[in-house]
């Protein structure tokens, strides 16, 4: 497994199924749940993740591999985000860098590879179908041939993981289910005083992630108010942004998030959605 860099915050699920001592049965779990797998050996997974930040420091994806045969790229999210397979697409085309030696690119022999698989995992609180594919070809801009298959594309499973959707997966893999309950339990007391150490005092009581939560209440809690933190603020700096007029404001917003976040511009106006077009005109301003 790579040598990774620690510089990030991450999140519960990110903890959940990829740093814990129990995450590579979780990924099990996940993985069966999803395709119908029947895999029991932690041995056949191997963990997978880029030494560096792709798109921001606080990290919410899981990447691994089963047997050598399928990877797959998951991430969680609150909010939705129509570039998600532009990402998975950088993604998935550096890991493959990694995997294959520079030399072996050019032999007369194919060279076999992982089947990439890619999904990800909403629980926000705006309505959202219970499952939904976001393809890479959307993205492509107008030629006048919409008839023609495209030669390049990607598709996203997004699941909504709220209960109240009942998606099926729920009822396959426990962990994803309890994690569910867990981020539901914390939203209800989100607001009032010490809410994430009561969330997650009533979790152990009724039962859910009791023994992951039991061992690991205070980094969890500490993984939960890092993450309202980065929500919070890219939220606040979106609002303000629209309160002092759309030019001025996102320049605004764009530089108190370099000095805050201390990550690149680039980053910076994806997470803000400043269209590319733009992004130009305000990397001259910065």
């Known amino acids: 497994m790579a040598t990774e860099n620690r510089e990030y915050k991450d999140s519960v699920f990110c903890d959940l199924f990829y740093h814990d001592v129990t995450a590579k049965r979780n990924i099990l779990s996940l993985y069966n749940a999803l395709y119908g797998t029947h895999y029991t050996d932690p041995e056949k997974v191997e963990l997978i993740r880029l030494e560096d930040i792709l798109f921001k420091n606080f990290k919410n994806d899981v990447a691994f591999s089963i047997d050598g045969k399928e990877m797959l790229l998951s991430e969680h999210q609150s909010t939705i985000n129509p570039n ?109 005083k010490n809410a994430v150490e009561k969330a997650v ?55 108190s998030l370099i000095a805050s976040l201390k990550l690149p511009p680039e980053q910076v106006m994806e997470m803000l959605k400043i269209p590319l077009d733009e992004r130009k005109k305000y990397m001259k301003m910065i």
């Open 84 to 192: 998600i397979p532009v990402r998975c697409l950088l993604y998935v085309a550096r890991e493959y860098e990694k995997m294959i030696p520079q030399r072996d690119r050019y032999r007369s022999r194919l060279i076999e590879i992982p089947k990439p698989n890619f999904v990800m995992f909403y629980n926000g609180v705006r309505n959202y179908p219970d499952e939904q594919v976001l393809k890479l070809s959307s993205a492509y801009r107008e030629d006048g041939r919409n008839n023609v298959h495209p030669e390049l594309d990607l598709s996203v499973r997004v699941i909504n993981i709220n209960t109240e959707k009942k998606h099926p997966i729920l009822k396959k893999c426990d962990i994803l289910r309890e994690y569910s309950e867990f981020v539901e339990r914390v939203r209800t007391y989100k607001g009032s």
């Open 201 to 255: 005092k009533e979790c152990i009581q009724k039962g859910i992630l009791k023994d992951y939560l039991t061992r690991k209440s205070s980094e969890v809690i500490n993984m939960l108010l890092d993450e309202y933190d980065y929500e919070t603020d890219i939220e606040v700096q979106r609002e303000e942004a629209k309160e002092e007029g759309r030019e001025e404001g996102l320049l605004h917003a764009v530089r």
